[in-house]
């Protein structure tokens, strides 16, 4: 006849991950939450930033064609008047200058205008990283966080051996079960998001190079406009 051992304890029946999650230890169940609140918000800034910049490089895109084919600053502005944008920005920067520049002597006007483009790239970069800074933070922090509740399901198997002094599956399995969970929501979290992060690095690496054309364009229009005010020379005297 079979007998049950004393300290024999049954196994859980019920090992998927939300009986994992219910039967954690509150720091671990805080632990996951938190990874799994961060791997939400990857997903959301990739959608939103995804959407923002695929509106935006068209846009980019469709106003750097109209520079391209403007004969002067005033056409440029008159084609872009009123449109939202960092290349719109540029043109009406450079139509400001060159207005407050019109009573001023030399040969200055180039370098100014220059300097009022370079701010508004400045900005133009930095609204277009905003929000990604949090991946990077998720990316680096998240399997930190995996691994600390690793150890902390790790330390409840060990005081559950010590408690029933025993070796048991039973005793080790939800412990260990806990530490594993905990690992892996810290990969779910950190993986995309360091994959999110790079991508978006190249797209806006592109973006600012799209902006960068645009500037050159309005400073060849400026250009091209004050070769225009320039007298021709007269011919030299025999």
Partial sequence: ???????????PHDLSPWAMFLGADPVVQTVMVGLFLASVLTWTVLLVKAWEVRAGRRLTRLHLDHLQH?????????????QPGPIAQLVRAAALETHLSAAVPGEG????????L???????ARRLTAGTGILASI?????????????WGIMNAFIGISKA????????APGIAEALLATALGLVAAIPAVVVYNA???????SRLLIGDAAAEVLRLVSRDLDHRIPPRAPAAE
């Fill in 1 to 11: 006849m079979n007998e049950t051992h004393p300290l024999a304890v049954p196994l």
């Fill in 70 to 82: 403007c004969r002067g600053l005033a056409q440029a502005v008159e084609r872009l008047d009123g």
């Fill in 109 to 116: 006007l180039k370098e100014r205008v220059a300097s009022r």
């Fill in 118 to 124: 370079e701010r508004i790239e400045a900005a133009a």
């Fill in 139 to 151: 990316g680096a922090v998240a399997p930190f966080g995996g691994l600390f509740g690793t150890v």
């Fill in 165 to 172: 002094q025993t070796t048991n599956l039973a005793v080790v």
């Fill in 200 to 206: 978006f690095a190249r797209i806006f690496a592109g």
